[in-house]
């Protein structure tokens, strides 16, 4: 077995590439019909333990949505604040051999960054209201497909699964709560904006209602 240590390895590493994702989880009910004698498993013991040792780093890769959600939520942020610095480098690369520059394109993360030691998830999401939609839509692409079958195939395992489903209420419950204020600023903007037309329409009246006056003789519907 030693001689395929490396085989091993390099699998295992290729099956963080989100790029096949999709490949292992289609692999994994294959892999559950081992011993059935169909021809349709792993009856290579070999490809076998290449298969288990892949799946379970890719449980570990993208466990962060199956972490309870206090923790889950700052490596969230931290994920967020990565993206953001990548998105400033290339920025910068891009600008360079321009006299204009990025500098006020660019935000110092600094001025992002929370505090990840004491944030509550409560607090995360009114910080960063892209949140919430950014690890739904990782759970609902990714994750919350392959940890219910993780958890099918390897029983041990199944509290990621359910933790998974205990962040996503969370994460969901946020989203229509955006959606009702979202709704509630439309109502008031068009309030306001109902206001400030009839303001002006009542402008409008009393200018033509001026302007009639000025047309009547002395005294005519004058008071």
Not at 78 to 102: H, P, R, W, Y
Not at 192 to 215: F, P
């Amino acid at each position: 077995m030693l001689q395929h240590t490396d085989t091993l390895v390099q699998n295992s590493i290729l099956a963080t590439d989100m790029a096949r994702h999709d490949l292992y989880v289609a692999e994994i009910p294959k892999f559950l019909s081992y011993g059935d004698g169909d021809g349709d498993g792993y009856g290579n013991e070999l490809d076998r333990l290449s298969m288990l040792s892949c799946l379970l780093l890719k449980c570990a890769d993208i466990s962060n949505v199956c972490r309870p959600l206090h923790v889950s939520v700052k490596w969230g942020l931290s994920l967020g604040e990565e993206f953001k610095e990548i998105a400033n480098l290339e920025k910068s690369l891009k600008s360079e051999g321009n006299d204009e520059g990025v500098d006020g394109d660019i935000v110092d993360p600094d001025e992002l960054r929370v505090d990840l030691k004491t944030v509550t998830p409560e607090q995360a999401v009114l910080l960063v209201p892209g949140l919430s939609g950014s690890q739904m839509f990782f759970i609902n692409r990714f994750a919350m497909e392959f940890f219910q079958k993780i958890g099918e195939f390897i029983p041990a395992l199944g509290f990621l699964f359910d933790q998974l489903c205990l962040n996503a209420e969370f994460w969901k419950e946020d989203l229509k709560r955006q959606q009702v204020e979202k709704e509630k600023e439309k109502l008031e903007k068009e309030k306001l904006e109902r206001e400030k037309l009839e303001k002006e329409m009542g402008k409008e009246k009393e200018k033509e209602k001026e302007k009639e006056e000025v047309k009547l003789p002395n005294g005519v519907g004058k008071r």
